[in-house]
Structure formats: structure tokens, C-alpha cells
């Protein structure tokens, strides 16, 4: 089943304090997208609406055609998972798959039992004993098992180590092949994860300053290196994210398409025209003044 997600000039406020503004974009395909933002830019909020644990301000929302809040047949089909603290937990994973098993009617428990190997996880310890990335590695097995039509990780994976990540990610996309979905991971760890994305959401103070499929974007962005004066001329109608100098060698890197006529100009200059990341352009994009 493919789900439909549909946000119109969405806001949030806590106070007289705009959490979100005026948000609009709609996700209508089983994808991985990535949403990623600046610590306070609004995601937490973004995907609490989406997981119906709020309500918005204003604007409308819509899963399937219908309002999410309060809406059980369509909660049913979103899972929100976050990095649980289970300190006080004393029940056991066995305990919680039981749980999980009862009210996700996709959940896998062969694949969760997997996962658990995976990750060696005790199945028979209270959860409180478990360490951090133990407890993530949990929420994270219970997000993937539960196989819902709408998936929603948020920074579920902080807690764990490195190659635990990477499993973490390898399983993702193995299973995200066999079982598409929407799935919506919110990250800080931008270089690490940007491969796992078919398209990027990004959001600054509140407001979605981009939606993007990840392969045009990352192809928009470019650094142009060479002579000072001949790196001037060429950038100076582009949107310009970040300069740097040494001498009289110049790098600009910019964002939007180049056409024809520029890379011909850049050759006949002799500027060198590279790649630039999904996590540069995330830091230029959102680095204005506060
Ligand atoms: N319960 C709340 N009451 C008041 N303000 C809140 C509340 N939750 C979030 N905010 C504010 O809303 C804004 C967005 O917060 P949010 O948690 O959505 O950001 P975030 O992008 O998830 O940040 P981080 O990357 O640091 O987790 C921040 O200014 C935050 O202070």
C-alpha cells in the first residue's frame, strides 16, 4: 500500500513562538526521505504532527485524504520511533515484542527475531539494564519489524555506535527493497546517512527551505575553483553559499543548475568545476545570521 501524505501551510506555535510556518509538500511515493535541520529548526515538531501526537496550529494535513489527529484506521498506519529512554522499563524485549505484535498488524516477528541477532540484543534482561545504544538498537528492531506503511524515524539511531549504525543502515535498505514504504528519517549525522535518501527535505527556522530529490540536488550545488577575478565573473549571478581564498586562487561554491554556456565559460577560464555534498549544502544553506 502506498500512503499519501499531503502538508498545506502547515504551522505550529508553542506561545507566541512559531515552531513551524507556513509549511507545505506532499509525499506520495514509498521513499526514504531524509529530513534534516539545524538543532530547534522544527523537525521533532514536523513529525510530531505527522505521527498525529500534536495538533496543528494551523494549516491542514492530511494521510490518505483524511485528518490524522484522533484518527485511529490512520495513526494505525504511523509509526513514530524515537530514541526511548526505557530507564524505568522492567518488562524484557521478549515482553515487548508480544506487546508490539498485538497492535501492528504488519509486524514481522521472524524479521524482528533477525534483527535482534543482528544487533545482539538479550532478549531476557529488563530493558532498563540494557546500555543506550542497546535501547536504541531496540526502538530502531521494533521501528523496522513493525514493517508500518508510514515509518518515521526520529534520530531513533543516536544512541548507537558506528557499525551498529551501519547495520542499522544496511538493514534499512534491505528491507525498504523488499517492503517500500515512506520512510522519514530525521538526522543530524548528514554525511553518513545523505546515500540512504531518495530525497531530502530541509528545514531552517521553522520554514522548508527545500524539497529535493537527493540526485538533483546534490547536482546542483558546485564548487568553482580557479583565477580570482575569473571565478567573480562566473559566480556573479549565481546563488553563492560559501568563498574561499588563498592568494589569488579562489573557490565559491553555488547552488543552482549550470547550463551550457557556464561549463563552456569555465573552460575556456580554466575553472575546475567539483562536486559539493548534501551536508555542505546543508551548512550554507541554513548558516544565515540568527
Ligand atoms: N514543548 C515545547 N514547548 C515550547 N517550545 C517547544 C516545545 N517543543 C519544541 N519547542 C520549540 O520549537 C522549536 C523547534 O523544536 P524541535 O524540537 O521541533 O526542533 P528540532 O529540529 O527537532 O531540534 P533538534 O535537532 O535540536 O532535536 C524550538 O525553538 C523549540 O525550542
Known sequence: MTMQIEVKNLSL???????????????????IYGLIGRNGAGKTSLLSLLASFREATDGTLRINGEVPFENAKIMQQVNFVFNKDYK???????DLLED??????????????????KFKLPKNKPLKQLSKGMQSAVSVTLGLASRTPITIFDEAY??????T???????????QSEHPRIMILSTHLVSEMDYL??????????????????ETLVTKGASITGEAAAVDTFAHSKKILNTKQLGNTKSVMIYG?????????????????GPISLQDLFIHLTEGED
Open 165 to 175: 549504525r551501519e547495520i542499522f543502515y544496511k538493514e534499512l535498505l534491505e528491507d
Open 88 to 94: 524505568d522499563e522492567t518488562d524484557k524485549l521478549s
Open 100 to 117: 508490539v505484535r498485538r497492535y501492528r498488524p504488519n509486524f514481522d516477528l521472524e524479521y524482528a527475531n533477525y534483527l535482534i541477532q
Open 197 to 214: 535518501f531518495d530525497e531530502v527535505l530541509i528545514i531552517d527556522k521553522g520554514q522548508l527551505i527545500l524539497h529535493e530529490d537527493y
Open 257 to 273: 543548475e549550470l547550463s551550457d554556456d557556464d561549463r563552456k565559460l569555465a573552460k575556456t577560464k580554466s575553472l575546475e568545476i
Open 13 to 31: 506555535k508553542f506561545g507566541k513562538h512559531f515552531a513551524l510556518k507556513d509549511i507545505s509538500f506532499q509525499l506520495k511515493e514509498n521513499k
Open 158 to 163: 543516536n544512541g548507537m555506535d558506528a557499525p
